[in-house]
């Protein structure tokens, strides 16, 4: 089962470069992610809604038009889909699409950022604490797999100038300490999970000083599945070439299927 994930940075946008549909078509995935779509499905055309038989859901911000937003694509009708975390302090942004599968339940979320100011920041270390308090309750009824951009660099390894953002939000002591949390509670970055310590691994780059040609990125995009999962990775990956937003895709091979 493949799964991809990408922040398209404007559904609409990306839809009329070069990369994206020939992305979509030869993807082969089960589900598609996609996150920051910045649209509402009345906004789109039906080549958007409904590419090569996906179905789609749309989970729209309710405080801003084109902020925000998170949508999936699916081969199948999911078993049930919700929108949001149950609580309305967390569920304004258009940020999460939960979907349940035979499998597993499934998380597309595109995650707060923190950098604007100190309540931004707040806002986003306690959406993580809810995200997470809401997984684990569902995970007793069956495993967790959640993507998306998470907007936060785990160590030194996952972004190119470390030391240059030790104070910067996306990389805090404090932000990096919740990632700790989600792995001690029984998570699993399935990319470090295949690829190891594999380095210059980034899946975001700045529009400035051509970041991205000089790979000078982070790498803030991820699938986590719960633990129960773990033996049933068999690849995980980022897709650097697919251009179109300054986020890239990624992907994770599920082998779930008896």
Not at 48 to 74: D, E, H, I, R, T
Not at 174 to 203: M, P
Request: glycine residues 6%; positive net charge.
């Amino acid at each position: 089962m493949r799964l991809l994930s990408w922040n398209v940075n404007g559904i609409r946008a990306i839809s009329e470069k070069a990369d994206f549909f020939p992305w979509l078509e030869k993807s082969e995935a089960s589900i598609i992610a996609l996150q920051e779509v910045k649209a509402e499905p009345g906004q789109l055309s039906p080549t958007l809604l409904n590419p090569y038989s996906y179905l789609s859901y749309w989970c729209s911000s309710k405080q801003k038009k084109g902020y925000s937003g998170v949508a999936l694509y699916s081969l199948t009708e999911p078993i049930s889909i919700s929108y949001e975390l149950p609580n309305d302090k967390w569920a304004q942004e258009g940020r999460l699409i939960q979907a349940e599968y035979p499998h597993f339940y499934f998380f597309n979320v595109y995650f707060p950022n923190g950098q604007k100011d100190e309540v931004r920041l707040n806002y986003k270390l306690g959406y993580y604490d809810a995200f997470l308090a809401h997984a684990n309750k569902l995970r007793k009824k069956k495993p967790i797999v959640v993507c998306g951009d998470f907007n936060t660099a785990h160590h030194p390894i996952d972004l190119a100038r470390p030391k240059e953002n030790e104070e910067t939000s996306g990389f805090l002591p404090i932000e990096r300490k919740w990632l700790d949390k989600l792995v001690s509670n029984g998570y699993v970055d399935t990319f470090r999970h295949i690829k190891g310590q594999e380095k210059d691994a980034y899946s975001w780059w700045s529009f400035r000083a051509g970041s991205r040609d000089k790979n000078i990125g982070w790498r803030i995009d991820y699938f986590f599945v719960s633990k129960e999962l773990e033996g049933k990775i068999k690849n995980a990956w980022i897709e650097p070439k697919v251009k179109g937003s300054d986020h890239c895709p990624v992907g994770l091979e599920l082998d779930v299927y008896p």
